[in-house]
């Protein structure tokens, strides 16, 4: 039982280019989420998923899409990297996006850099 | 609108130290949710223990206590006895009933503990 498992750990990118986080989880969880670390800011939602199927915005979209694969997978895409985006990226997942099972559980997180 | 500010950035102890974590937080919303999370220097974060707005019961558990006050919208933190593994950042965050924001989660900015031995 592995939790959430997110790839890569570490990512260089260079102004312009694209790619893909990638995160999964083994917990039968419905909902997943994405957030971003940035030093002395705590943590801010990009985007979530709710239940297989459904996405939606959080606090700082912009720059970002998402895809959630399969009730595992939740995919986070950066189209065109700026140095804007270099931060740790968290996904993290809960068994349930309602009442009474909130508690979100996170991965080790991706530390990008982009130059 | 949803906030949570912890006013300690930094804080260093001694070991053995008992040592109080501050969390404020503001909503208009009467049912919400508190947590606290741990992230050692190892950079995961770790679920600490989630408190609803309706239940203001303290919380034990071992060396860690929790002193929720609606009165005061704090959701404060103990560590008794502290270690040297209990240095991390410590992060407390929110998460309402609304319809829009409903299972975000709203960070603190985080407090970083620091153990001496």
């Known amino acids: 039982n592995a939790g959430v498992t997110q790839t890569p750990k570490f990512q260089v990118l260079k102004t312009g280019q694209s790619m893909t986080l990638q995160c999964a989880q083994d917990?039968?969880?419905?909902?997943m989420y994405w957030y971003r670390q940035d030093p002395g800011m705590g943590l801010r939602l990009i985007y979530y998923s709710a239940s297989e199927g459904t996405t939606d915005k959080g606090e700082v979209p912009n720059g970002y899409n998402v895809s959630r694969l399969n009730k595992r997978e939740f995919s986070l895409r950066l189209e065109s990297a700026a140095p804007s985006q270099t931060s740790v990226y968290f996904c993290a997942s809960s068994e349930s996006f309602w009442r009474e099972h909130y508690e979100q559980y996170f991965g080790p997180g991706t530390r990008l850099t982009v130059t | 609108a949803q906030k949570v500010t912890q006013a300690q950035t930094e804080i260093s102890v001694v070991e053995k130290e008992d040592v109080t974590l501050d969390c404020v937080y503001e909503t208009r919303d009467t049912t919400y949710y508190l947590f606290w999370y741990k992230q050692p220097p190892s950079g995961e974060l770790v679920f600490l223990i989630r408190?609803?707005?309706?239940?203001?019961q303290n919380e034990i558990s071992g060396r860690y206590s929790w002193n929720f006050q609606k009165s005061t919208s704090s959701f404060n933190f103990t560590i008794t006895a502290s270690q040297v593994v209990d240095s991390a950042v410590y992060f407390c965050?929110?998460?309402?009933?609304?319809?829009?924001?409903?299972?975000?989660?709203?960070f603190g900015r985080g407090t970083q503990l620091t153990v001496w031995p």
């Open positions: 408190r609803n707005s309706f239940d203001e």
């Open positions: 965050a929110l998460m309402t009933d609304r319809g829009s924001t409903l299972g975000r989660l709203y």
């Open positions: 917990m039968n969880h419905n909902s």
